[in-house]
């Protein structure tokens, strides 16, 4: 979606619709005055341009960009809605400048050659996927289903990485990143407490959208320091 200059992708899962007005709810560009008095210049939860979520992606993506490198391999990254999918292919496109990336629920374009990072991979069929694929030296793909048999199919060497089972220390690195990189100026930043965290963590579990959500609402209450209520 294109909005005020900006690309921002709207975070759905397939078959999920995301409405416009549900995405400007939580686009962050323009909120710098009312976020001032928390120092931040925009809701660090909000919608990401694909540079900002290639940038902020948090993970230890060296060894995955590395098997890319080799022809003939096949990256599944699967798991469920918000959990992470798309964080890792934006991780591994920071890895690897050359590749490309294509949100295809969205639109996004056929491979050209190279490495080819396919996002929502199954919203396609079987025939209508590899033709998306069919000229990729090598692809990193985001999946709900295990597309093994279909990969191996294709040729490919796969490389299965499952996601979910966030755990706290990674999501805390998620949140003081984001903070981070929405911070106003030099000062103190909103604080989100070990119990705030295993709260999120006990209600959405792995959801990392979810949690996110979460905190986006959070900074648009001020960011008042989190009580327990039961």
């Not at 993506?61 to 699967?78: C, H, K, M, N, S």
């Amino acid at each position: 979606m294109r909005e005020g200059g900006r690309d921002v992708e709207q975070r759905s899962c397939t078959g999920i619709g995301t409405s416009r007005a549900a995405v400007e709810s939580r686009y962050c560009v323009g909120m710098a005055v009312p976020l001032a008095s928390v120092n931040l210049r925009c809701n660090p939860f909000g919608e990401l341009t694909l540079a900002e979520r290639r940038s902020l992606a948090v993970g230890d993506f060296a060894d995955l960009a590395a098997e890319l490198l080799v022809p003939g391999t096949a990256i599944q990254v699967r798991g469920d809605c918000g959990r992470g999918k798309s964080s890792h292919l934006h991780g591994l496109a920071a890895h690897l400048p050359q590749a490309r990336y294509s949100r295809v629920d969205h639109g996004g374009p056929v491979c050209a050659g190279g490495i080819y990072l396919m996002d929502e991979a199954d919203h396609f069929g079987p025939l209508r996927r590899w033709w998306y694929l069919r000229l990729a030296e090598s692809v990193a793909v985001a999946t709900h289903a295990d597309m093994t048999p279909f990969l191996r199919r294709c040729g490919y060497r796969v490389v299965d990485v499952p996601v979910g089972q966030v755990s706290a220390a990674h999501l805390r690195q998620i949140v003081g990143s984001r903070l981070e990189w929405a911070r106003l100026s030099s000062g103190v930043l909103p604080e989100v407490s070990d119990e705030h965290l295993q709260h999120l963590l006990a209600e959405f579990g792995d959801d990392i959208r979810a949690v996110e959500g979460a905190l986006y609402d959070w900074i648009v209450a001020g960011a008042p320091l989190f009580v327990e209520t039961g």
